[in-house]
């Protein structure tokens, strides 16, 4: 159901946006050519998870995790009395 929702939503944005491509140049543009479900061609499956990517997710986003549970994280600075 929600994939039946977004073809339809990519339907609609593909013709909005050949229409709009399609102005600035002397021929149509076909909109199934702009539509990832109608192209035809491989979708993306995303960046594959390896050790590398995870480490880098971990110091971006883990250094945060410790003022969150209210201790103070790797780079929190003394508190000063």
């Known amino acids: 159901m929600a994939e ?3 073809r339809r939503l990519w339907d609609h944005t ?3 946006a050949a ?3 399609s102005s ?3 021929k149509m543009i076909d909109p199934a050519k702009l539509n990832p479900y109608r192209s ?3 979708r ?3 960046i594959p998870l390896t ?3 995870i480490d880098i997710l971990k110091t971006v986003f883990a250094k945060n995790i410790g003022s969150l549970a209210g201790k103070p ?3 929190a600075k003394e508190r000063r009395t």
Request: no cysteine; aromatic share 4%; net charge positive.
């Open 14 to 16: 593909a013709a909005i």
């Open 44 to 46: 993306s499956k995303g």
């Open 51 to 53: 050790a590398e990517n």
């Open 19 to 21: 229409a709009a491509l």
């Open 73 to 75: 994280g790797p780079n």
């Open 40 to 42: 035809g061609g491989k």
């Open 24 to 26: 600035f140049r002397d």
């Open 4 to 6: 039946g929702r977004n």
